[in-house]
């Protein structure tokens, strides 16, 4: 982390402001704890922030410290577009380009607040004033906790470490990831001597499914097929094979890593169908040398990491496999 960056944002801080921070769409444990553990910190700095979400998240989130003070778009439009207007700083975490946040995209662009953005995510885009990215980084988690260890390290509490721990515990895939680096086993240590129940958390998260989303798990697992003499497989969910077992948001969370799971596979992606937005979601994870971040943006107009990354498709389920079939073949020299 700079020493620009911090200086800059100390000075931004100096007094009380009014502080929008945004997790990107569809918010994961990284997203939603990073930008509550920042609103903790600032409110007991005595800035006026809120944190401004584009939609729900998943019930196995909503117990996070703050969280039912999250104001959601698709359910407050009138006051999320007041408190954007009105913001001084906007803080943007867990992404680097504002279409990931898509409803609330325009809007922040034609503010005229202070924008920064903390991120870990490949290829950031030009649009904060401010910009602490690094994709050598767990999680976002990890640098809010440097930026707050910077800004004022006595700040820190119980509901703050919680936050932080949450989004680094999901990140890293429970710290199996290779993301996960001794600094941020430090960290964590310190988060647990700060109060954190790593244990709850975990059971908060992953032991808390309903039996909707184990039978949606079946039929995923169920539908897995391995390319023929490559190291990869794929998943698919219908919207049929969803609406059968009642999904919810967040079910599916998870579940492109079974493929990883396979012994020899080292490339696993799940395509899930959405009618309602007339697209197919792509969620690529990986083992090793191959990157699903340059995989993504080359095929299907995703990012992010190394190793993890998404994208998206406007064809048909049907359409969408045979095209990551071609693009797999177009890419196996990668797997000699």
């Known amino acids: 982390m700079e020493k620009h960056f911090i200086n800059a944002l100390k000075k931004a801080l100096e007094t009380p402001k009014k502080i929008a921070i945004l997790p990107h769409r569809n918010p994961d444990g990284d997203a939603l704890g990073s930008t509550l553990a920042l609103k903790h910190f600032l409110t007991q700095k005595k800035h006026q922030a809120v944190v401004l979400s584009a939609n729900d998240y998943p019930?196995?989130?909503?117990?996070?410290?703050?969280?039912?003070?999250?104001?959601?778009?698709?359910?407050?439009?009138?006051?999320?577009?007041?408190?954007?207007?009105?913001?001084?700083?906007?803080?943007?975490?867990?992404?680097?380009?504002?279409?990931?946040?898509?409803?609330?995209?325009?809007?922040?662009?034609?503010?005229?607040?202070?924008?920064?953005?903390?991120?870990?995510?490949?290829?950031?885009?030009d649009y904060a004033t401010l910009c602490y990215s690094d994709p050598s980084m767990s999680s976002t988690c990890e640098m809010v906790y440097h930026v707050i260890k910077a800004l004022d390290e006595n700040e820190f509490n119980s509901t703050i470490a919680q936050c932080l721990y949450t989004g680094i515990m999901t990140d890293t895939g429970s710290f199996r990831y290779p993301s996960t680096t001794?600094?941020?086993?430090?960290?964590?240590?310190?988060?647990?001597?700060?109060?954190?129940?790593?244990?709850?958390?975990?059971?908060?998260?992953?032991?808390?499914?309903?039996?909707?989303?184990?039978?949606?798990?079946?039929?995923?697992?169920?539908?897995?097929?391995?390319?023929?003499?490559?190291?990869?497989?794929?998943?698919?969910?219908?919207?049929?094979?969803?609406?059968?077992?009642?999904?919810?948001?967040?079910?599916?969370?998870?579940?492109?890593?079974?493929?990883?799971?396979?012994?020899?596979?080292?490339?696993?992606?799940?395509?899930?169908?959405?009618?309602?937005?007339?697209?197919?979601?792509?969620?690529f994870r990986s083992q090793g040398a191959f990157s699903v971040n340059d995989f993504a943006r080359t095929y299907f107009d995703g990012g992010g990491h190394h190793n993890a990354a998404g994208g998206m498709s406007m064809d048909s389920m049907k359409n969408t496999v045979e095209r990551f079939k071609k693009a797999v073949e177009e890419s196996k020299k990668q797997f000699d």
Not at 101 to 119: C, F, G, N, Q, R
Not at 224 to 233: C, G, H, M, S, Y
Not at 246 to 275: A, H, P, R, W
Request: proline share 3%.
């Open 59 to 125: 019930n196995f989130l909503k117990w996070l410290p703050g969280e039912t003070s999250v104001l959601k778009y698709t359910e407050s439009p009138k006051d999320v577009r007041e408190r954007l207007q009105n913001a001084e700083l906007i803080f943007t975490l867990d992404f680097n380009s504002l279409s990931r946040v898509e409803d609330l995209t325009v809007l922040v662009e034609k503010s005229e607040a202070l924008k920064i953005m903390i991120d870990h995510h490949e290829e950031p885009e």
């Open 182 to 283: 001794s600094e941020t086993h430090q960290v964590v240590a310190h988060l647990i001597q700060l109060g954190v129940d790593s244990a709850t958390i975990h059971q908060q998260v992953y032991d808390s499914a309903s039996l909707s989303r184990l039978k949606l798990l079946g039929i995923t697992l169920s539908n897995l097929k391995i390319i023929p003499n490559l190291p990869i497989v794929f998943m698919t969910l219908t919207q049929k094979e969803l609406e059968s077992c009642d999904y919810q948001k967040g079910d599916t969370e998870g579940f492109v890593n079974y493929g990883l799971s396979l012994e020899g596979i080292v490339f696993s992606c799940i395509m899930i169908e959405n009618e309602s937005e007339g697209k197919i979601k792509m969620s």
